[in-house]
């Protein structure tokens, strides 16, 4: 089916928040598109080497409620979106080169093609950091891991690695001895960067022990006959190297959110995580984000189509509130904004549309004539004696 230019609802990412925004706006009946990334399944390749979402590169799910037996991951993405499709999502694979939020509608770029929406939900996730070794790919979801929370489980009785020395490496360490023998981490240097408490917690635990100034070089394993067996340390200081025996090896080297197209044009934190506010809203009015790419906190499949599905309503009601006026209102003064000074004739056209502060605020991105409009009718909040509230990106 040949793609149409514009949408009332784009949503970046197919993984569990992307595609259940896209089951709640479709059965809205708002027709969303769906970018799904060059890999499927999860998060978008907008940081250009995302080698598929988490649950993609995760056999077994089994904490993802209504599959008492559990499911693999990519069939759990599958059936996602299937129930999107079925309700009148398109969806389209491709990477996400350019997003410009600074006019109306939006443009979001994939290739040669651009495409607008008069509202975007950005669900493009994060990316678990790899070591990078060719056997950590191999093995990933027979043994090797990204997320204990996810496949803790599945190592009862058995002797774990954990490479990291931050709080996500103590706290998995922590949580996996709740299931496994032994947890010995793993760390490139001899102090850890997590903090005191986390480090206190994991040092008194006695199935935790420490390997100090080591990477991890190889993983030892065969997919097909029972996953990981152990792996080579390599100690940075002195380059002695060591084979160890293991049953799994979990990464908790960090996150790194699928946010940089939005750097400068979005409210990010100094991680990279987007800034929500008011359930799924961002600092630009329209644009929404959900899942792990505003989430550094929790990261599960479940409460990623939590707030996936918390997008989509706040998208609809952002669409209702606006209303056809304001739609309106936004591609017109796009249109003439190039061709006209700043006249009255602005603030007329503005004020024919009899639209109300909320309204033009929703405008908001348009020019300088809304900003004089809101003024006229509200006087700077400095001559009234109490603070302004910003009006988002006025050009
Ligand atoms: P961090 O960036 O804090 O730590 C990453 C760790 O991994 C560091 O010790 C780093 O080593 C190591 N590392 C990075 N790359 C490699 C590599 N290629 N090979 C080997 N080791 C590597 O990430 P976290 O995910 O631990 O934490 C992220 C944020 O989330 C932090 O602000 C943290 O406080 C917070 N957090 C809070 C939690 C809580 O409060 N309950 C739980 C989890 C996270 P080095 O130290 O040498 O750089």
Known sequence: MDKKSHYRVIILGSGAAG??????????????????????GGQLTITGSQPGGQL?????????????????????????????????????????????????PFQVTVGKETYTCDTLIIASGATAKLLGIESEMKLM????????????????????????????????????????????????????RASKIMQDRAEKNPK??????TVVEEV?????????????????????????????LFIAIGHEPNSKLFVGQLELNPSGYILTHDGTKTNISGVFACGDVQDHVYRQAVTAA???????????RFLEEAGPKVIKLQRLVKIEHGERSENRQGNDFLSDLQLSDAQLRIADPVGRHLQQVLEQRNPPARDRGHVPLPIAHVS
């Open 220 to 248: 030892y394993g065969d997919p097909k006959a029972g996953g990981v067996t152990g792996v080579r340390f390599k100690n940075v200081k002195t380059g002695k190297t060591e084979d160890f025996k293991c049953d799994g």
């Open 56 to 104: 993609t590169i995760t056999t077994d799910v089994e904490n993802y409620p209504g599959f008492p037996k559990g499911i693999m991951g990519p069939d759990l993405m599958e059936e996602f979106k299937k129930q999107a499709v079925r309700f009148g999502t398109e969806t389209l694979f491709g990477e996400v080169t350019s997003v410009n939020l600074k006019q109306r």
């Open 141 to 192: 979801g027979h043994g090797v891991s990204a997320c204990a929370t996810c496949d803790g489980f599945f190592f009862k009785d058995r002797e774990l690695v954990v490479v990291g020395g931050g709080d996500t490496a103590m706290e998995e360490a922590t949580f996996l001895t709740k299931f496994a023998t032994k947890v010995t981490i793993v760390h490139r240097r001899d102090k850890l």
């Open 19 to 40: 595609l259940t925004a896209a089951i709640y706006a479709a059965r809205a009946n708002l027709k969303p598109l769906v970018i799904e990334g060059s890999q499927p």
């Open 306 to 316: 939590g707030t996936g599905c918390m997008a989509a309503i706040d998208a609809e």
């Open 208 to 213: 935790i022990s420490f390997v100090w100034d």
